[in-house]
C-alpha cells in the first residue's frame, strides 16, 4: 500500500511540475498576444482606408468616375485620352508628377501629385505649361488628411510603342507615347506596421490611343 501511495505522489507532482510550467508559459505569453492583438485593432482601419484610397484613387486617374467638381458630375480618366486632331494631341503635357490630357468625349484632364495628394482640375485650355488651377478636387475626396501618397521619384512614367521609357517631354510633343505608367504609395503616417500603420503599393498602366 505504501509503495502505491508514493507512485501517487511521485505523479501527482509531476503533473504539478507540468501545471507550473504551462501556466509560465501562459502568463509570459498573453502580454504579447494583447499587444499584438491592439496593434492589430488599430492597423486594421487604417489599412481598410489605405486600400479603399489607393484602389479609388487608381480608378480615378485611369477609368475617371464621380467628381466634385462644379457642373461636372463625372470626368473621364486617362483611358480615354485620345488624339482628336493634329492640334489636338491626346496628352498637352506629360510630366513626372502632372499630366494633361484631352479625352474623346472632349473634356481637358489635368492631374497632379501636389502635397502628398492626387489632385484633378478641368482647365479651360490645354495652355502650357498650364495657369494654376483655379479649382481642383483630391483623388479620392474621403482621403484627404488620412492617407498619404507619395512616390519613388515620379507618379508618371512614358513609353514609346517600342516599350521604351522616355524622359517626361514636359510641354513638348508627346506623340512618341503610347502607354503611361502610374505608379504610387498610399499609407498612413509612415507606412510602419510596427507603429500601427499601413501601406499599399499601386500600379497601372494605360495604352495612349493614336486613331
Known sequence: MSHNRSASA?????????????????????????????KTMVFLPKALAVNQAATEAMHQVVEGGFSTLAGQPTVRGLRFAVR???????????????IGFLT?????????LDSELIKRSLPASAA??????????VLPYQAQGIVRITTAGSL???????????????CASAAAVRRVNITFTAQTGNGNFDQGNAREDITSSVAIRVP
Open 128 to 137: 502650357c505649361p498650364p495657369a494654376a488651377p483655379v479649382t481642383e478636387e
Open 84 to 98: 482628336r486632331s493634329g492640334t489636338d494631341p491626346a496628352l498637352w503635357l506629360a510630366e513626372a508628377n502632372r
Open 104 to 112: 474623346s468625349g472632349g473634356q481637358r484632364v489635368l492631374i497632379r
Open 10 to 38: 511521485a505523479i501527482t507532482l509531476v503533473e504539478l511540475v507540468i501545471v507550473i510550467v504551462l501556466s509560465s508559459i501562459v502568463f509570459a505569453v498573453t502580454p504579447i498576444l494583447m499587444f499584438h492583438g491592439v
Open 156 to 170: 508618371f512614367q512614358y513609353y514609346n510603342q517600342s516599350g521604351t521609357l522616355l524622359a517626361a517631354p514636359g
